[in-house]
């Protein structure tokens, strides 16, 4: 008999499994690893940091947020702010869909599945506390491991430019988000 948490365990098992695939690599430590494996990882270890007693489907999509991210490239819409938000639309769709497929065969129920989707899409994130949660944690993620890569990256935009993502990225996290940033290490 299938347990919740044998459930729970193959789901993850399968996350990973697919972001391992990974072809980008980010150097930790002094060993290679596939970049959104990382990530996932990183997503996980903060909200259970972060959060006192996460819900399963909470830790489910923390855990999948960027499932397969690679496949869907930037490059492939228009380079303007419409563009932009196009393709995280479409990585949005990309990743509760892939998510719901594989919580389907390791059995998760629907009202479970549709949950996952929706924090995974980040739906009502003004008004679902869990969404919220998952927020503040992407962002303390991208601050903590990801923000100086990306001022690297973005070397093109100026110190203002940079300035105002870092404001709007605060701005949708919540006041205990913000409290829990470690500035420290940056």
């Known amino acids: 008999m299938i347990t919740n948490q044998d459930r729970f365990n193959r789901a993850i098992e399968l996350f990973d499994e697919l972001n391992s695939k990974d072809p980008n690599r980010e150097i930790l430590g002094r060993k ?4 959104e494996l990382l990530y996932a990882e990183r ?6 940091n972060y959060e006192l007693n996460p819900s399963e489907a909470l830790q489910l999509a923390a855990r999948c947020q960027h499932i397969q991210r690679w496949k869907i490239g930037r490059e492939n ?7 932009y938000y196009q ?28 949950r996952v989707s929706s924090l995974v899409k ?13 927020e503040d944690v992407v962002v303390m993620v991208f601050l ?11 070397s ?11 404001r709007k990225s605060l701005r949708k ?14």
Do not use: C
Not at 32 to 35: M, T, V
Not at 43 to 48: D, E, I, K, P, Q
Not at 77 to 83: C, H, I, Q, V
Not at 122 to 134: I, Y
């Open 32 to 35: 290679e690893r596939p970049k």
């Open 87 to 114: 393709w995280r639309k479409n990585l949005r769709d990309f990743h509760a869909k892939t998510a719901k497929t594989i919580l389907r065969k390791v059995g998760y129920e629907n009202d479970v599945i549709n």
């Open 43 to 48: 997503v996980s270890t903060m909200l259970n």
């Open 144 to 154: 903590e491991n990801y923000l100086e890569a990306f001022i690297q990256d973005h």
């Open 173 to 186: 996290m919540t006041t205990k988000g913000r409290q829990a940033i470690n500035f420290a290490s940056h």
């Open 122 to 134: 980040k739906e009502e994130l003004q008004s679902d506390r869990e969404v919220q949660t998952l």
């Open 156 to 166: 093109y935009f100026d110190e203002t430019k940079i300035m105002d993502i870092v």
């Open 77 to 83: 819409f228009p380079m303007t702010k419409l563009g």
